[in-house]
């Protein structure tokens, strides 16, 4: 396959990069750049492990193509402590005992984060809190059951 010339910001620096083309972004930022914070679990779009913040949306690096992410500005969990203090994000999460297994965190953390970003007082009543970090997922099952975050 033909490797393609991809350019983002990762965190606040300027990646450049040769991948084979149809790489995903989560094989580009995990095995080219070094970025593990997103994880891949179904590799199929419905778990949320993986997402990141891709120019401001929430976006599941599973499922995207990094050459489309040209000149992108992509953010991960990996990116959101500054100087060495955790994002307030991150704190509550640690300070809660929210992370489960820990497995699909960083995506719970990101999506958490666009949520807030977007609605900073969000409520129950206005449904724009999900059970689960897939962005494209209803979080009840069709059977009527709560989908379970971790596979």
Known sequence: MAKVPVQFTLNGSEKAEFIESGTTLLHALRDKIGDTSPKGGCHQGTCGACSVIIDGELRLSCLTLAETCNGADIKTTAGLAEGG?????????????????????PGMIMAAKVLLDRTPNPSRGRGSIRRDTSPARPPISPTGTSRACCI
């Not at 994000?89 to 820990?102: E, I, K, P, W, Y």
């Open 85 to 105: 203090v955790l994002h307030p994000l991150q704190r509550a999460f640690l300070d809660a005992f929210a992370t489960q297994c820990g497995f699909c965190t």
